[in-house]
C-alpha cells in the first residue's frame, strides 16, 4: 500500500515539474551570488516546481524577513568599518541593532536608507499582512478575508438513500455561500487552492525585489528575473 502511494506522489511531482518548472526556471538557475541566501531561494524554488505550494510561501516569508535583517546588518556594518575591524566582531554592532526587529521595521527602516524604494516599501506591507502574518500566525481573518465559496448543504436524513443522495451532490445548484474567514471546515481546502494560485507570483516579486536589493548592497547586477 505505501509503495502505490509512493507511485501516485511521484507521478504527481512529473506533473508539477513539468507544469512550473518553466515558470520558476529563471529564478532558479541564476544565483544571487549570495550563498547565504541562495540556499533558501533555491529551496523556494523547488517547493514550487514540485507543487509544494504552501511551504513555498511560509519559506518566501523567511527569505523576505532574513533578507531585510541581513541587508540592513551589512549595510550599517560596512558605513562603520575602519581598517581596524575584525572580521570575527565587525557585525556585532548591527546584529544587535537588528536581529530582533520585526518586519515592520526592517522594511520602513530598508526604505529610509534607500535600500528599497517607496513602492517596493508599499507593497511589502501588503505582502507583510497577506501573508507573512497571516500564514505565520494562521490568522483566518488575515488568510481569507472576502473570500466565499458557493456549497451545497445535505441533512442527515438524505442519508437514509445513498443513491438519491448522490444523485443531488452532483446536479443540485449550491443554495448556501460559506465564508472561508469563519468556517473552519474549508479553510484548509480554500488555503490550498489560493496558495497554489499565487505561491509563485509572490516568490517572483519577492525575488526581483531581494535582486535589487543585491544590486545595491554590493553593487553588482544579479540577473533580475521577469514576474510571467
Not at 547565504?36 to 523547488?46: A, M, P, Q, T, Y
Not at 550599517?76 to 566582531?89: G, L, P, V
Not at 524604494?117 to 506591507?125: Q, V
Request: charged share 25%.
Amino acid at each position: 500500500m505505501a509503495y502505490k502511494q509512493l507511485n501516485g506522489f511521484i507521478q504527481q511531482l512529473i506533473v508539477n515539474i513539468d507544469v512550473n518548472y518553466p515558470l520558476i526556471s529563471e529564478a532558479f538557475e541564476n544565483e544571487y551570488g549570495w550563498p547565504d541566501v541562495d540556499s533558501v531561494r533555491s529551496e523556494v524554488c523547488k517547493c514550487l516546481i514540485c507543487g509544494f505550494y504552501q511551504a513555498a510561501i511560509t519559506l518566501t516569508n523567511h527569505l523576505l524577513e532574513s533578507v531585510l535583517k541581513k541587508t540592513l546588518i551589512i549595510d550599517e556594518s560596512a558605513k562603520n568599518k575602519t581598517e581596524q575591524s575584525d572580521i570575527t566582531n565587525v557585525f556585532d554592532d548591527a546584529t544587535e541593532q537588528y536581529a530582533n526587529k520585526d518586519l515592520d521595521y526592517t522594511i520602513n527602516q530598508a526604505c529610509r536608507k534607500g535600500l528599497i524604494t517607496k513602492k517596493d516599501k508599499k507593497l511589502l506591507h501588503i505582502f507583510r499582512e497577506r501573508y507573512r502574518n497571516a500564514y505565520s500566525h494562521a490568522d483566518p481573518q488575515k488568510t481569507f478575508s472576502g473570500i466565499s465559496i458557493p456549497a451545497t448543504i445535505f441533512t442527515t436524513k438524505d442519508l437514509d438513500n445513498p443513491e438519491e443522495f448522490f444523485k443531488k451532490a452532483f446536479t443540485n445548484k449550491p443554495n448556501v455561500t460559506l465564508s472561508a474567514e469563519n468556517n473552519v471546515i474549508i479553510q484548509g481546502l480554500v488555503q490550498r487552492i489560493k496558495a497554489e494560485q499565487e505561491a509563485a507570483s509572490y516568490f517572483l516579486t519577492i525575488d526581483g525585489i531581494i535582486r535589487d536589493l543585491c544590486s545595491k548592497l554590493f553593487n553588482v547586477n544579479r540577473n533580475k528575473i521577469q514576474n510571467p
